[in-house]
């Protein structure tokens, strides 16, 4: 979550310096087709805008929080319900920023052209959200499921200490986005309980798994795995870095979905390339089928993708279910499973999901390698000015656009960009392979 202050120094709501004891947190949003919270921020900062002072707006765009008055200011957010109280008095005041795509018909009703980029904005926000009110949870000493704690605009109408407004279950309902306000509170919780750091595992990232340790794991659990699977372990690793998706997580998950690569009792079998199930939504129906291994595997590792965060895709998309995902409705693998996840959001709706491939992954990191599939060590490079000629304007079209970066040291090269990208030569090839193939290029 990136914070930044743009404080209303010229609203009226500022300028009158109330103080409040902070009880609780609101959610709203804004109530029109405007992402940018940067707009808001210069409207509403002038001494004659008198209807109006909130506490924050989360960027539709970016998910940049911009806060806008002290966070124990009384604020100017929800009015005055029907028992003649207010939360200005008592909660900080949140709007999320809404899409450009919608357009609003009659009351809280809209009509949408872009359902896809709809959503992603609306994931933007909630995921932005749940981190701060987490953050002024903490701050604040506020418990996120103790009752009025934290309540939407809505909400806290209907307790009648705000005005009447429908936000912002009206927008969550009506793009399907699955958003409830108690799965608000839940992740909250959880985000305040340290799952974005430790403790829960993150979809995204880099494999730390070894191409040895999965053979060797799928060779204990199955002996008689065909070779064309061993021969294309490798590419759980090439293409999850592709995506920056962890690529022992999706073998993880094959080994759960096709029963270690034997396909006894699967909906899908070995020659339709479709090594997670993908497609199989009830009894009876076979799933999708991808033209190589390769093909399948970069279709698993962008459904990953599309669970575990909001940004696009690198490459093509081929993922056929990819437009089907509530983006970044499931960051964790804990969290893949429905009856886990905090939105009832996920990949399979069986209990324990996500455990159930933490248990695999487990496994396989406590495997010894098998040595014939594991290549000797290799040097990792840094800089690119150290890389190979032939590599390094591939590897700066993927800094300059933002699909890879450093490793959070924060060193910087002689052109200020990472110098601690830590890239394999095999990382490398691929990165050049998909970039020589237009995997890279914005349309």
Known sequence: MNLIQSILTQNPCYTAGRKITVKGLMLHSVGCP??????????????????????????GNTGDVHQCLPWNHRGWHCGTGTSGQSANNTHIGVEMCEPA???????????????????????????????????????????PLADGVIISHKEGCARGIASNHGDPEHLWNQLGTGYTMDGFRKAVKAAMSGATVEGYT???????????????YIKAKNPAVPASVLNMIPLYLTEGAAEG??????????????GNFGFA?????????????????????????????????RAQIQHLKAYANTEALNGACIDPRFQYVTRGCAEYVEW???????NGKGWATGAGYGEKILSILKAILATDSDEEMEEAPVARYNKISDMPSYAQPTIIKMVDGGFIGGCGTGAKDENNRPADLDLSMDMIRVFVTNDRAGLYDKT
């Open 34 to 59: 405007q992402p940018s919270a940067a707009v808001f921020v210069k409207n509403w900062n002038n001494a004659n805008y008198t209807s109006a002072c909130v506490h924050g707006f989360i960027d």
């Open 101 to 143: 795509c919608i357009k609003y018909t009659s009351g809280a009703n809209f009509t949408c052209s872009d359902t896809a980029t709809a959503k992603a904005v609306a994931a933007r926000t909630y995921n932005s959200a749940v981190e701060l009110f987490a953050m002024l949870c903490k701050e604040f000493n506020l418990d």
């Open 202 to 216: 993150s979809i995204a990232g880099t494999a730390k798994a070894t191409v040895g340790q999965m053979t060797a």
């Open 245 to 258: 998706i962890r690529g022992d997580v999706a073998f993880a998950q094959s080994c759960l979905e096709t």
């Open 265 to 297: 009792g699967s909906a899908v079998t070995l020659d339709q390339n479709n090594f997670c199930g993908m497609g199989v939504t009830s009894n009876g129906v076979k799933g999708n089928s991808f033209d190589s291994p390769q093909m399948g595997i």
């Open 336 to 342: 893949l499973g429905q009856q886990e996840n905090p």
